[in-house]
Structures are given as structure tokens and as C-alpha cells.
């Protein structure tokens, strides 16, 4: 159906309000414009944006972070994700995780985290059936107190490894 899928681009104004406005539609209190500059100005290369090109307007997007976890292991982090109403069930989302999976590989990622409510039956399927993992359920984790459950997807065989067993012992002083 010819999508295109394309990097953020942190130069322009417009691209960020495209992100906040395609995230706010789904969410029931809106993010603060802070929460959107922490990701996007520290890793524009992990936002990527879904256009079609009968849409004047990017119709999905998704919204990612990378860091050391624990001081053992880099770990990617997909903060927010969306697509259009009108253009779901189409394999949209499904790209824009892959493409940012493949991103996250590339930057050495041994693992990729996310967060999805218990009730989202649509992104759990679509995170499941992508590889990740539930291992934890956090109970009133969100602000409507519904819980969440964290999922995991594997990336390196870090990821399995204690980050306790993970971690360089102190060099030795003589
Ligand atoms: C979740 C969301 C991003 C999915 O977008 P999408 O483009 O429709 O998803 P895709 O078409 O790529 O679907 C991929 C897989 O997800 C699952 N899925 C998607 N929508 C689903 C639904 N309504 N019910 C059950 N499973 C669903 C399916 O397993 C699907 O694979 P299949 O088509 O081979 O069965 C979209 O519904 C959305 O924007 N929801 C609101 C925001 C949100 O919940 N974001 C995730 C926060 S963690």
C-alpha cells in the first residue's frame, strides 16, 4: 500500500508535533511536552514515522530509548508506539518495531524492554508475536490503575544472565 517508513527528523518543529499528536489520541491524560524532548532529543535515531502517501500527516509512529541497565548490559527501551485508527491491522505497527528492533541491534542492544497494560490485548499480541517475553506484572502502574506487565525480548545471551554475574569484579589493589 506503499507506506513509507522514515527517520525522525529533530530539525523540524512539525515532526515533533506529529509524534505528540499521534500518541495523545491514545493515551488518557496526555504526556507532558518534557517527557517527548527527553526521548526524541537524546535519540532521534530511535524514532522512526510511518507516512502514507495519501495522508498529509504521518499516520504512526514509534518512540525509543537506549541505555546501560545496572552498569551490565545496554538495554533498549520502546517508550511509545501508535498508529492511526483508520490504518490498523495493516502490518503498520509490526514495521515500526521491527525497524526499531533492527536499529537497536545495531547499537549493540542486548535486550529490548517495554511496558503494555494488561489489558491491551492488540499490543500484547503484537509484542508476543514478535519474540518478547512477560516477565513481571506491576500492579496500579498506570494513572487509570490498570496494571501493566513488563516484556522483554532477548537479544544477546547477556539478557539471560544475572546483571549481578554480569558486572567486572574490582581490580585488585596491591
Ligand atoms: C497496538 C497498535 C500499535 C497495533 O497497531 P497495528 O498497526 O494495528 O498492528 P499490526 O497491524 O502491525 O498488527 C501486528 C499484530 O498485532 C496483533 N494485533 C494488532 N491489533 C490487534 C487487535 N486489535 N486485537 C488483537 N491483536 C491485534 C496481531 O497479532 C497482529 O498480527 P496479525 O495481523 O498477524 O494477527 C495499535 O492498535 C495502536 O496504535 N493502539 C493504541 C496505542 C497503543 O496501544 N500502543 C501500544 C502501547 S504498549
Redesign the pocket.
Known amino acids: 500500500m506503499g507506506i513509507e517508513y522514515r527517520r525522525f527528523d529533530l530539525s523540524k518543529i512539525s515532526e515533533l508535533q506529529h509524534v505528540q499528536r499521534l500518541i495523545d489520541e491514545?493515551l488518557s491524560e496526555p504526556y507532558s511536552v518534557y517527557v517527548y524532548r527527553y526521548f526524541l532529543n537524546q535519540w532521534p535515531e530511535l524514532c522512526y514515522l510511518a507516512i502514507s502517501p495519501t495522508e498529509p500527516q504521518p499516520i504512526?509512529c514509534i518512540v525509543c530509548k537506549a541505555e546501560e541497565h545496572r552498569g551490565a548490559r545496554l538495554r533498549g527501551y520502546?517508550g511509545?508506539?501508535?498508529?492511526t485508527k483508520e490504518?490498523?491491522?495493516?502490518?503498520?505497527?509490526?514495521?515500526l518495531v521491527g525497524i526499531a528492533i533492527e536499529q537497536m541491534r545495531k547499537m549493540g542492544c542486548d535486550e529490548i524492554m517495554?511496558?503494555?497494560?494488561v489489558e491491551?490485548?492488540?499490543?500484547l499480541?503484537?509484542y508476543e508475536?514478535m519474540g518478547f517475553i512477560r516477565v513481571k506484572r506491576m500492579f496500579r502502574y498506570y494513572l487509570n490503575q490498570g496494571d501493566a506487565f513488563k516484556l522483554i525480548l532477548p537479544v544477546t545471551e547477556k539478557s539471560c544472565i544475572r546483571s549481578t554475574f554480569l558486572l567486572q569484579p574490582e581490580t585488585e589493589v596491591l
Open positions: 491514545d504512526g520502546i511509545m508506539l501508535a498508529v490504518y490498523r491491522k495493516r502490518g503498520i505497527a509490526k514495521r517495554l511496558e503494555a497494560e491491551n490485548q492488540a499490543a499480541r503484537l508475536g
